[in-house]
Each structure stands twice: as structure tokens, then as C-alpha cells.
């Protein structure tokens, strides 16, 4: 059981430094939007083990090669997007009507759906290993979720308290972690090919 908490942990770092920097770029997360960010990463730390380690080795080869590009690309695009936002904020002229409520960043669902999954590719990878190990995913998975939906929610509210800090600087800071661990996520898998 320890094993498989660890692992959680490992997996859900990704997921922790996105939910804090996403907080850190938000005025105010509701708890119930809080809940749902940790719900999705939650889920998708969980059915990603699942749906690899289902995947076996019949596609181990492709997914391995392309991995690293999905999550480093989907990373940088939602990073980048972040930036030139926070950009364009710090001139006056470019500052969205206060009276504005439209949702933007993990409060959309879209962003968020992309951000779940583009930190959880590398649980792809460990249902895949469970695979040809032949050890069950059942439980593995389930504490990689659980483990995942905690780290997360902590993560919102250390990126709240951390927004004080940051203040002006919170939507560019935000989004170059975004595409930082993009690369740390595409330099790794490069490392293991050198």
C-alpha cells in the first residue's frame, strides 16, 4: 500500500503545481469550483492507469514515443495562452471590463479537461508497466486518484495564499510553470532515450 501512495504522490505532482499556479491566476475559486479542478484531476489520475494498463503491450511502442509531445505541447499551448494573457492585463487598455464574469482558467471546463489530462499521460505509462508486470490496477488506481484529488486541493490553497505574493505577476508566473513542466515532462523522456 505504501508503494502504490508513493507512486500517487509521484503522479500527482504535476497536478499540484498546475493547481497552485492555477489558483495563483484566479481572483476567487469558489469551493465548489476547487472541488470539481480536484474532482478532474482526481479522475483522470485514475481512469489513465486504468485505460493503460487495458492498453498492454498491443500499443506500448506508439504511446511511449508520442506521450511526452501530447502532454509538453497541451502544457505549452495552456502555459502560453496564460502569459500573453497576463500580458495584456498589465496594460490598462488591455484589461478586461471588471464587470466581466466569464469564467477563464480551471474554472472553465475546458481548460481544465486539458490541463487533467495533460498531467496525467505519465499514469498512462504506470498502468502500462502494471500491464506487463501483471499486478492488478484496481487499488494502484484508486489511491493514485485519491492521492491526486488531496495534492490538488492543497495545491489551490497554497496558490491562494501564495496570489498575495505574486499579485500582478500571478498570470505570467502561472503560466511559465505551465510550460515548464511541459518541458521537465518532455526532457525526461529524452533522457531515458540518451
Known sequence: ML?????????SMD?????????VCTDRI????????????????????VIGWYLGNA??????????WIAFILLAAVGGKMIVE???????ANCPDPDDKKPHGIMRLDTLAVLAVATSIDALAV??????????????ALVIGITTFVTTSLGIQFGKKLKAVLEEWAE?????????IGLKIFIEHLMKHI
Request: aromatic fraction near 10%; hydrophobic fraction near 55%; charged fraction near 10%.
Open 86 to 92: 497576463g500580458i495584456r492585463a498589465r496594460n490598462p
Open 127 to 140: 498502468g502500462l508497466s502494471y500491464s506487463l508486470i501483471g499486478a492488478p490496477i484496481g487499488v494502484p
Open 172 to 180: 505570467i508566473a502561472g503560466g511559465s510553470v505551465l510550460i515548464l
Open 30 to 49: 469558489p469551493t465548489p469550483v476547487a472541488i470539481r479542478a480536484a474532482s478532474f484531476f482526481g479522475a483522470f489520475q485514475f481512469g489513465m492507469p
Open 15 to 23: 497536478a499540484f503545481a498546475v493547481s497552485v499556479s492555477a489558483a
Open 59 to 68: 500499443f506500448r511502442q506508439r504511446i511511449q514515443e508520442i506521450d511526452h
Open 3 to 11: 508503494t502504490y501512495v508513493l507512486v500517487g504522490l509521484a503522479l
